[in-house]
């Protein structure tokens, strides 16, 4: 009777970890790159979207703590990541980057007056994001147009910055979650013509590398709305991806093994 039970328990756990494990993928598909920077594995960086695009480092970033769990820290001159061009990056309606930054300044790499935090931008340019000297301190982004934040980003102290191309062709900001700017009459983006490479830490221009420590870099193929914004600014990769499913079946087979 026992193993009839314990037979019973193990098929009703696989069941619900199938089912969890489908909830997630659901949940997640917008999402099309998502780098926790949690862990390294050598100069290779996890994407832990459901699209695996895989970053490799350049230079010699620090790891060290970060918002959630660990982040990468970036020299501004040799140190940023390099994603390799794949469909999935590219946006044609929308797209919302963010990330959790801790910059030591504004100018980049060289004389620039930008620091880049993450672009895909060949020519035409799909999304291009940078913290500028101007504004005192300003975000700015080039999407099919260039504009800039009318709230600056605090030096030397956690901020969530977040970027968008709106479904209305607007540019769109939020920084802690607040609104931090719109500003319409932007172009059509690009879709599959921006066969460029996506970088974090460094933009294409050259001379904007970026000083500081970057963590919970995410990049949607559409527009999230100011809630959802906020629910992501408070996830970390535990919360945003919820229990992992492999890790979930293990932990309870052992449980079970044990009751048994």
């Known amino acids: 009777m026992k193993s009839k039970i314990f037979i019973l328990s193990v098929l009703v756990v696989i069941v619900f970890v199938s089912n969890l494990s489908q909830a997630a993928n659901k949940l997640e598909k917008n999402l099309v790159l998502y780098l926790s920077f949690d862990e390294l594995d050598g100069k290779k960086v996890e994407d832990h979207s459901i699209h695996g695009n895989h970053g490799e480092i350049s230079g010699k970033p620090t790891l060290v703590d970060g918002k959630f769990g660990k982040a990468l820290k970036l020299n501004g001159k040799t140190d940023w990541v390099t994603i390799a061009h794949d469909d999935s990056l590219c946006v044609s309606k929308a797209v919302t980057v963010m990330a959790w930054i801790n910059a030591e300044s504004h100018k980049g790499g060289g004389t620039a007056q930008w620091a880049g935090i993450l672009a ?31 709230k600056p980003v605090e030096l030397k102290k956690w901020q969530h910055v977040v970027a968008q191309m709106t479904e209305k062709k607007a540019h769109r900001y939020y920084i802690n979650g607040e609104s931090a700017g719109e500003f319409a009459g932007k172009g059509a983006l690009p879709g599959k013509v921006d066969n460029a490479e996506v970088f974090v830490g460094k933009t294409h221009e050259g001379n904007r590398e970026f000083v500081g420590i970057i963590d919970e870099v995410r990049i949607w193929n559409r527009e999230l709305s100011e809630k959802e914004v906020k629910e992501q600014m408070e996830a970390g990769r535990l919360k945003l991806l919820g229990v992992d499913p492999q890790q979930k079946l293990a932990s309870t087979w052992g449980l079970l093994k044990r009751e048994k």
């Open 120 to 150: 895909k931008s060949n020519n035409p340019r799909s999304y291009s994001f940078y913290t500028t000297t101007d504004g005192g301190g300003a975000l700015h982004f080039s999407s099919m147009g260039g504009s800039t934040s009318n």
